[in-house]
């Protein structure tokens, strides 16, 4: 009985220990993959038929705004639907309740915190504007100081 015991606290010990081992080796090795099947996975993206987000999963083009009017407009369009579903659940407060205050306040907040976004990145987009300059503006070429430089 004893025997079968320490067996079973060994099993055990030797189990954590390669379950250790094998997570400690995949993060020394990151690199596993077959690079040509990866290379060629990720051809597939040249054609635009998709764009990859920062966690490496694919989007649909169309979700992604071309231009920057193309952004500035979904934008408008977000807040401008975050105000409409704050007058609607205001009307349904008044007339529901309290459950429907309860979904107005988070309507509220919903619409407050992204306007609140939307300032800070035009803020933060125009403090970058302020801050870029040229470092030496008496070498700027002119247009016909870069056809002449082009046409030899």
Not at 5 to 23: E, P
Not at 58 to 79: E, G, N, S, Y
Request: hydrophobic share 45%.
């Amino acid at each position: 009985m004893s025997e079968s015991i320490v067996l079973l606290v060994l099993g055990a010990c030797w189990a954590g220990y390669l379950v250790w081992y094998l997570r400690g080796h995949r993060q020394a090795s990151p690199d596993r993959h077959d690079r040509t099947r990866t290379f060629a996975a990720g051809m597939g993206t040249l054609g635009g038929s998709s764009v990859r987000s920062i966690n490496g999963v694919a989007r649909p083009a169309a979700l992604v705004p071309r231009t920057v009017h193309d952004a500035a407009r979904r934008r408008r369009d977000v807040l401008i639907s975050l105000g409409a579903v704050c007058v609607f659940t205001l009307l349904a407060a008044i007339a529901l309740g309290p459950v429907a205050l309860l979904i107005h306040v988070f309507a509220d907040l919903a619409f407050a915190g992204y306007g609140y976004a939307v300032v800070q990145r035009r803020n933060e987009h125009a403090e970058r504007e302020m801050k870029v300059h040229m470092l030496y503006p008496e070498r700027r070429r002119t247009p016909a100081m870069a056809r002449r430089a082009v046409n030899g």
